[in-house]
């Protein structure tokens, strides 16, 4: 069964400042979609950024990257310019491609900014 | 824009009630999808269902049922509630032509005492 780990439960990140979170999957699939999404406090959760397997690219959305290491299994997110509006929960989530389309994600990591 | 819609934000139920969550979208879209959070394990799939009717079975569906009668309409159905379902109830969806990632509604927070 394909598995999501976040290591970091939290993290913190001076405003202006860069930081990343990090996420390992396992999987035996070889393509798929992998996902960070972002949980403002009490507020809906919203897709930051999607990767597919077999792009080798590193996706981007703005101040927002990942670091695809598909052989690592590996796809952190990078946040630059960080702004106090990105604290949240931010959460790692794969699917594999075709078949079911269940999201597997991670336990989230929650991102403080500090001014 | 993909519109997920929870009729409840809070919710609070006492121990043996039948509880209904509903999650209503405005558009023609096929599957969808209800996650339990809670904090330190994420988000984990109760539900699913790709069509009218049709339903399958999550990661942790013990406990709760499904129904969905009309496209646009799927319920979360506990049919006696416990403590121990007191949780955050996520809705969520996949688009038609977006279908690789999902939409979520707002959330319901469910307390039961």
């Known amino acids: 069964a394909q598995t999501v780990t976040q290591s970091q439960p939290e993290m913190s990140v001076q405003e202006a400042e860069t930081v990343t979170l990090s996420c390992t999957y396992d999987?035996?699939?070889?393509?798929?979609?992998l996902f960070w999404y972002k949980q403002p406090p009490s507020r809906q959760m919203i897709l930051v950024i999607r990767?597919?397997?077999?792009?080798?690219q590193n996706a981007t959305e703005n101040r927002f990257s990942v670091n695809f290491q598909k052989a690592a299994k590996s796809f952190s997110l990078k946040i630059s310019d960080s702004q106090l509006g990105d604290a949240a929960m931010y959460f790692c989530a794969y699917r594999r491609k075709g078949g079911s389309e269940k999201l597997v994600f991670g336990k989230g990591t929650k991102l403080t900014v500090n001014p | 824009d993909v519109k997920v819609t929870q009729s409840s934000r809070y919710l609070v139920k006492r121990t043996g009630e039948k509880v209904f969550l509903e999650c209503v979208q405005d558009m023609d879209h096929e599957n969808m999808f209800w996650y339990r959070q809670d904090p330190g394990l994420g988000l984990r799939l109760i539900y699913f269902s790709y069509d009218v009717k049709m339903k399958e079975k999550g990661d942790i569906p013990e406990g709760y049922s499904v129904s969905r009668e009309k496209k646009e309409r799927f319920s979360l159905i506990l049919e006696s509630a416990s403590t121990n379902q007191t949780s955050m109830y996520l809705c969520a969806l996949s688009a038609r032509g977006r279908r690789e990632t999902q939409y979520f509604g707002p959330g319901t927070r469910l307390l039961v005492l």
């Open positions: 990767q597919e397997a077999y792009k080798q």
């Open positions: 999987t035996s699939e070889s393509d798929y979609y």
